[in-house]
Nanobody, 124 residues
Framework: QVQLVESGGGLVQAGGSLRLSCAAS????????MGWFRQAPRKEREFVAG?????????YYADSVKGRFTISRDNAKNTMYLQMNSLKPEDTALYYC????????????????WGQGTQVTVSS
């Protein structure tokens, strides 16, 4: 079992940067694959980025964020991060942290644990 709490969202101008954090509780955080998802108003929730359990050896990104966002994790701190650069208005959404038990962090696995979300708003 793992509990997840996101932080770091806010309002930023287009072209700016934000760093999201996801703090996890539970002794087995390091064995979970982790991911970031987002949901904009009137849109489906979508995968943003994922990272495998073994200290970030494998990462996945949605095409829309490749080259701009970087996912990382610090297993010693039970924390995952999403560095978001060159933000665009279309990045505006509620961003969720999620965990899955296969350890792969792939967009094709089922994520069973979710945080409450942190709002990111990018103004033009």
């Amino acid at each position: 079992q793992v509990q997840l709490v996101e932080s770091g969202g806010g309002l930023v101008q287009a072209g700016g940067s934000l760093r999201l954090s996801c703090a996890a509780s539970g002794r087995t955080f390091s064995s979970y694959g982790m991911g970031w998802f987002r949901q904009a108003p009137r849109k489906e929730r979508e995968f943003v980025a994922g990272i495998s359990w073994w200290s970030g050896a494998v990462t996945y990104y949605a095409d829309s964020v490749k080259g701009r966002f970087t996912i990382s994790r610090d297993n010693a701190k039970n924390t995952m991060y999403l560095q978001m650069n060159s933000l665009k208005p279309e990045d505006t959404a509620l961003y969720y942290c999620a965990a899955e038990s296969t350890g792969r962090g792939s967009p094709r696995v089922s994520y069973g644990y979710w945080g409450q979300g942190t709002q990111v708003t990018v103004s033009s």
